[in-house]
């Protein structure tokens, strides 16, 4: 069983501070079809309290 602590931080635009959680969700579905399960998705904030990434912990299938 095999492990994987992935950070996603794609943004929508350059300058928007939010990340563009439909590429995440895009993302989690392609490594799901490759055999990824997710165990738990973490927001990452700035001091401010901005979310500026995801942590995506996966485990693999096999």
Do not use: A, C, T
Request: proline fraction near 3%; avoid cysteine.
């Amino acid at each position: 069983m095999e492990q994987l602590v992935l950070e996603f931080k794609k943004h929508k635009r350059f300058w928007y501070p939010e990340v563009d959680v439909s590429k995440l969700n895009d993302r989690i579905f392609e490594l799901k079809n490759e055999g990824w399960i997710v165990i738990s998705i973490i927001p990452n904030s700035n001091w401010l309290g901005v979310v500026k990434s995801y942590s995506v912990l996966l485990q693999s299938n096999s």
